[in-house]
């Protein structure tokens, strides 16, 4: 029920949702795996139906579908990253509170750097819904939506979430999108690693 208050919240209203989630005595641990592991199923489930069943078309070209085992496994490598990066990300935020001022204990500051992860990439993830129809103009546009949203979440969330002067708090989320776009590069790289090693989409002739 949290976490579909909190889901909901952000959306509503993000100011008041951050102080809530700010206020909630968790450990880093339970607001991670009561949320990413769900939410990251929304864009590999979607993605899965949509390369299989609806495929996608460039200009004027044909349908273009993936074969349901060469999906699978790219869907699995997706969910990871997915894990990973939200993972990752939380740590980062939490290692670098204590360099802009966050006086919270440890065990606190470990949660709202997860928390502050987790809930700044729910949009992202609820995105994902859109690969179902996975047009490239309509993804695109749906999944740049979402981010432009969730780098508004950051940047309004930090100061909330870590108790510390909007001033300081824009360098921080400033640093925690820079992370988050180094992220996204590995992740591309990682995709053309396991690509030429064999493991690349595998099209419906």
């Not at 204990?105 to 819904?129: C, D, F, Q």
């Amino acid at each position: 029920m949290a976490m579909l208050q909190h889901t909901l919240g952000i959306f509503t209203n993000p100011d008041r949702e951050w102080q809530r989630i700010r206020n909630e005595e968790h450990s880093f641990f339970k607001v991670y795996w009561t949320h990413v592991p769900l939410l990251a199923l929304i864009p590999v489930v979607c993605a899965y139906f949509g390369v299989t069943y609806q495929g996608w078309s460039i200009g004027s070209g044909g349908m273009v579908k993936l074969t349901s085992e060469s999906a699978l496994i790219l869907c699995a490598f997706a969910y990871l990253a997915e894990l990973a990066a939200v993972y990752v990300l939380g740590e980062y935020i939490n290692w670098m509170s204590q360099s802009f001022g966050v006086d919270d204990e440890a065990s606190k500051r470990h949660y709202e750097g997860t928390a502050l992860a987790v809930y700044s990439a729910t949009p992202m993830m609820l995105a994902g819904i859109v690969l179902l129809y996975p047009e490239l103009w309509l993804v695109a546009g749906v999944f740049i939506a979402a981010a432009c949203y969730s780098t508004y979440l950051i940047y309004e969330g930090i100061p909330i979430l870590m108790n510390i002067p909007k001033e300081r708090g824009f360098i921080y989320a400033s640093s925690v999108i820079t992370v988050g776009l180094v992220l996204a590069v590995v992740v591309m790289v990682a995709t053309v690693i396991v690509w030429s090693s064999g493991m690349g989409p595998i099209y419906v002739s």
